[in-house]
Structures are given as C-alpha cells and as structure tokens.
C-alpha cells in the first residue's frame, strides 16, 4: 500500500480554516468539484421529475425514521433475536477501538493473508485501516473509487463518490506512477486495469467486510446497495464476511425498504435504483450455496446513544448517506471534503462530526456553512442541519465563555440601534468615518484593522466597502418633492 499523505492525512476538523482556504487557491480541485457536483444535481432533478409523489415519500421515509430512533432499543433486541436465528453472529462495539480490536482478533484468528473491503463509512469512521496495518494485515479496497484513493495515500473526499475531487488526468497519471502503467487517459482500460488487479485480490481473501446501508428488525436481515459489483464479491468469495453498521441503520419492516430504495438512489446519483442490491440474511446453509460460511455482524455504537438522548440532534441519525446535501452545498463545491479533516463532509459533517468527535475537536465545522438552507431542502428525510448548525453554534459559545459576553454585547447594541431610527442614524452617521478609514488601502489602515481581532478576521479576504458620499436615506429625502 502507498504511504499516506501527510498534507491529508494529518488534517482535523480544527483545522478547516487555512485548509479551506488552501482548497481555495487549487484551482484544479475546485474545477473537479463543480464538474461532478454540477451533474449529480442535474441528474437528481432529472430523476425527482419522474416523482409526482417525492415530497409525501419523503415525510413517509422521516416517519419510519422517528418511529424507529424513538424505539431503537426494542428495534435492535428483534434484529439480533432475528438475525441469530438465521445463523448470523452479531457482536457489540462501544467505540472505535473496541471494533478495531474485534476485527483485528477474528483476521488473525482466521489466519488471514488477505483482506477485502467494499466501500463503507463506517470503516472509515474507525479508521479501521490503520488498525489492521498496525497488526500487518493491508486491507485491500474493491470499491473503485475508494481503492483509487487508497492508492493515492488519501481519504474519501465525498460521502458516495471518494475520488469526486480526481480528475480522469491525475487517475491517469496516478496508476502510471503507482502501478507503472502506460499513460492512458481512456476511463475504459482504466477501469480494466484496476479490475484485473482486484480480481486477484477477491479470489486469495479469507475475509470479506462489508458496510451496511439499512438493517431490517423484522427479518434479521441486512441490505448493501452498490453500482460495480464489488461488494457482491467482498462478500461471497471469502470465507467469512463481517458487515459493520451503525445502531441507526435499523428498519423496523421488510416493507419499509420499499421507500427507501426509491430515496437514497435518486438523491444520492440521480438514479432510479442502484445497479446491485444484495440483501444477507445469514450465511449459506448448505456446502454446495454459494456464499460465505461464517456471517458476522458488528453493531457499533461510537457517541450514537449520547446523540439520541439529545431532542435537538437526535434528527442526525435520521442521514442515509446519500450526500445530496454535499452536491448542493456552496461551501463544499468550494473547498471539497478533505477541508473538513472528518469522515464525514459537507453540511451532514459538519453537525455529525462535533457530535461523534466532541464540540472542543471540530470548533470549526458548525460555522462552516452560509446556512442558505438546499441541504434541508434537498435531504431525502427532512434532517432540518440548519437548524441544529445554530444549536451548535450556540453550545460552541457557551464552552467559550470568554466569547460569550462580546457576542452578548454586540447583538445587544445592534438591537437597540435597529429598533430606534434616531439611534441608526446617529450610528451609521458616526461610523462612516470609521469604515471610510477602515476599508482604504494604504499601510496605515491595513495596520489598523489587524488590532481589532473580528475585523481582521473578516478583512482578511474581502475589502470593507467603501461607503457612499450620502446615505441611501439622505438621497431619498433630497429626492422627495
């Protein structure tokens, strides 16, 4: 495996501003970014189009989530009664490490000199590559965008597209330098290429592991969406397969899939269904079936139970990982996901991550965001993030508190002065000079503006307008007959 890079790897969530503002200055990146983001939106609209009824599938979708995170407990307890039943071993992880060292354990167990891994969040999330490296186990990524930027030494910069920041250039320059292939710039043989070094890789593993993308209470049973066919490989050829999923993956009915099969492609890629649905309902029963002979299911809980108990960010959980809300989010098709230093990107990441990581490792992220509202407005389940990027904006202020008395202050004199014309006009009368000051170019005024921190912090990179000779109110008066 390439050896990570630093400039990526090393990145937290507290560190979004200067590397938003390096995202800025690629140019390239922010070119990719608009491309990609740019055509998922076009085909999602195209596919809602052909949806008469989008808007009451979505309340039904949030309906069946509510009921199911208002229930959770008794949700889970029938899908472990179920999925035991079946013959499916399901295993409990408190945290990340704890899951980490579980895996860790069976693969050695298991002896294994191989490992695959379809593309799943919920791996990344624990950094569940690392932990096996560390015990010298090299998992190898099906998923092809995913194993792409494995190769690069890089995290997934998108939700459902990892290497949505790659070029078909630097994918191409990428497998020459890394595989010693020959320059080719056609997606075909590209494509080609990493199937036929994968091929190898799915025939010698041992273990197969796998994400979930909806468990079902009813059945025992677990459901993995895909459009290459990987996953359907991770999880039938090796021996043993492991499917590690979030407590709120859960579905209280087989029928319940229905909605959400006609939700998550259309918001997520525009498409009317994914191209593999592969539904695991323990493993095969007889010598002669096809697939695998051990099923495990590790069910992770890593800050959800705390994330529940709060009315307010409880909604969170609702997410089905289509990131929608990433392809129309301003602030993402700027700096794309690798800013944000979390699993986790875009508007959906920047509430997700204060909660799994704690408020004082992602200060950051909830102000990350111009609060235009098309996240919520194209969220396949109603999660209202704007809402809940104020809530946490105020808990940030409040584990601040030396902040807290200045923002008091301000918003106190900006009430009283919008409240009164006699005072407005008294203070923008007053300011003008101020800001004509303020926003002028030479060195002295530079200097000046760096001694307040707030306005340094805003002028940094924009200029403070400069005010007109007469105010739009004493234009208007002069104007009136």
Known sequence: MSKKDPAIAELTANDFGPASRRALQDAPLRRALAKATNTFKGRREAALDEMPDWEALRTHGRAIKDETLSRLPHHLTRFIEQATAKGTQVHFAQDRAEACAWIGDLAERLEAKTVVKSKSMMTEEIGLNHALEARGLYPVETDLGEWIIQLAGETPSHIIVPAIHKSRESVAKLFEERLGAEPDLDAVRLTQLAREILRTSFLEAELGISGVNFAIAETGSFLVLENEGNARLTTSLPRVHVAIMGIEKLLPRWSDLETFLRLLPRSGTGQHLTSYQSIFTGPKRNPGDEGPDEMHVLILDNGRTDILADEVTRETLACIRCGACLNV?????????????????????????????????????????????????????????????????????????????????????????????????????????????????????????????????????????????????????????
């Open 329 to 481: 989010c301003p602030v993402y098709a700027q700096v794309g996901g690798h800013s944000y230093g979390s699993v986790y990107p875009g508007p959906i990441g920047a509430i997700l991550t204060p909660q799994l990581a704690g408020a004082d490792q992602a200060t950051p992220l909830p102000g990350a965001s111009s609060l235009c509202g098309a996240c919520r407005d194209v969220c396949p389940v109603k999660i209202d993030i704007p809402r809940i990027l104020l809530h946490q904006r105020r808990e940030v202020t409040r584990k601040l508190p030396w902040r807290a008395p200045f923002e008091r202050l301000g918003f106190w004199v900006w009430a009283r002065m919008a409240s009164s014309p006699r005072l407005w006009r008294i203070g923008t009368y007053l300011i003008r000079p101020f800001v004509r000051f303020a926003g002028g170019s030479n060195l002295l005024s530079r200097g000046f503006c760096r001694l307040i921190p707030p306005l340094a912090a805003w002028s940094g990179g924009r200029s403070l307008p400069t005010p007109a000779k007469k105010s739009f109110r004493q234009q208007y008066e002069e104007s009136r007959p």
